[in-house]
């Protein structure tokens, strides 16, 4: 499934994993993919009690044609206190590379993306990409909560 961009659409996405699937030029395979298990929120909705629920999904977020990836994700030090927890997305931003300006893919648009985090705070993914496509990994649950329940997740 490919989706239309919107920078909201991915508020509060949990994040679970973070994976390079790079090709092998020797076979000419090209690939350069950075892909992102999420937790995928397709749909809030307002119950009758004023709280919210939501419809939610494992996914894979890929994107695609990806160069000069800066991670900066750090949930500082809790004095080996505190075990690890998944990452929320704020939002992520796009912005149109002028097109002589770049040389990974000459035949469409390229763009620079930034993976904005609510947590860890100040976290951020920084690339260049030339899209993404999102593949819904299993049906979608009604949830109480924004993410679901590591047993409820799907790895393939």
Not at 82 to 110: G, H, V
Request: proline content about 6%; charged content about 25%; some cysteine.
């Amino acid at each position: 499934m490919t989706s239309a961009y919107d920078p909201l659409l991915w508020h509060d996405n949990a994040l679970y994993g973070v994976r390079f699937v790079i090709g092998d030029p020797a076979r000419d395979d090209w690939r350069s993919d950075l892909e992102l298990d999420i937790d995928h929120i397709l749909e809030w909705l307002k119950a009758e009690n004023g709280r919210m629920r939501f419809r939610v999904v494992p996914a894979s977020l890929t994107f695609h044609d990806v160069c000069d990836p800066n991670l900066s994700l750090d949930w500082g030090d809790s004095g080996l206190q505190t075990a690890l927890n998944p990452a929320s997305i704020d939002r992520i931003e796009r912005a149109q590379q002028d097109p002589a300006a770049q040389k990974i893919c000459l035949d469409r648009p390229y763009c620079r993306w930034q993976v904005q985090f609510n947590w860890p705070r100040a976290g951020a993914i920084a690339f260049g990409a030339s899209g993404f496509s999102l593949r819904l990994r299993a049906e979608a649950r009604l949830s109480d909560e924004q993410s679901l329940p590591p047993g409820e997740r799907c790895d393939s």
